[in-house]
Every structure is written in structure tokens, then in C-alpha cells.
Nanobody, 123 residues
């Protein structure tokens, strides 16, 4: 299983970015998908999550500015980030719960991480 995130960059405060993440692997089933971020010197925090059924939750700090969505057919998750603030700066990681077939009808599930994409918001 591999997760590949993209879309980070440098943007001025008030601007927008759209992050994408694709989950790849043979025969996998992707459950809840999440975005985390980690600012310099800070702990990694969850920003947004979306279940396979479409239930969504956001961190209070991004409510009304960020929108998470997914395309389950493509195993992709997106994070539309609007009205960006300097405090949104950090490395953004995608995370997914993935069921992997193990043969004989069995699967094993785990959480997998992407490599991170850097978002820098200048004031």
C-alpha cells in the first residue's frame, strides 16, 4: 500500500491550495481517510477526516475554511484549503485505513501514511 500526497506550495495569506492524495495497492479497500499537519516544533494534529460513507469532521481551527472530499472509485482524498493563514503552515500528511487482501478470503487492516507535502503560508 502506498499513499502519495501532492499539491503543497507557497501561498500568501488569504490564498488557496488544494491537496490531493492517492492510495494505491492491489485489491485494497480504503476506509476512513484523514489529513494531518505538523507545524515546526509542534505535534502532528488531525485536520479533517472523511469516512467511506461520507461523514466528515474538521479541527476547530479549520472549520469554514477547509473542505475535505474523496473519490472512492479512485481511492483519492482531497483537501481544499481557502482563506489560508500563516498558522496553517506545516507539512500535511494523508492517512488512510486500508484493508489488504491476504488470500483465502481474509484481509488485514491497518493505517497507512503518505510522505507529506509542505504548505507554507506567508503573511
Amino acid at each position: 500500500v502506498q499513499l502519495q500526497a501532492s499539491g503543497g506550495g507557497l501561498v500568501r495569506a488569504g490564498g488557496s491550495l488544494r491537496l490531493s492524495c492517492v492510495v494505491s495497492g492491489s485489491g485494497i479497500t480504503v476506509g476512513t481517510m484523514r489529513w494531518y499537519r505538523q507545524a515546526p516544533g509542534e505535534r502532528r494534529e488531525q485536520v479533517a477526516a472523511i469516512t467511506r460513507g461520507g461523514s466528515i469532521n474538521y479541527a476547530d481551527s479549520v472549520k469554514g475554511r477547509f473542505t475535505i472530499s474523496r473519490d472512492s472509485a479512485k481511492n483519492m482524498v482531497y483537501l481544499q484549503m481557502d482563506s489560508l493563514l500563516p498558522e496553517d503552515t506545516g507539512v500535511y500528511y494523508c492517512n488512510a485505513e486500508v484493508a489488504v487482501p491476504r488470500g483465502w478470503g481474509s484481509t488485514s487492516s491497518g493505517q497507512y501514511w503518505g510522505q507529506g507535502t509542505l504548505v507554507t503560508v506567508s503573511s
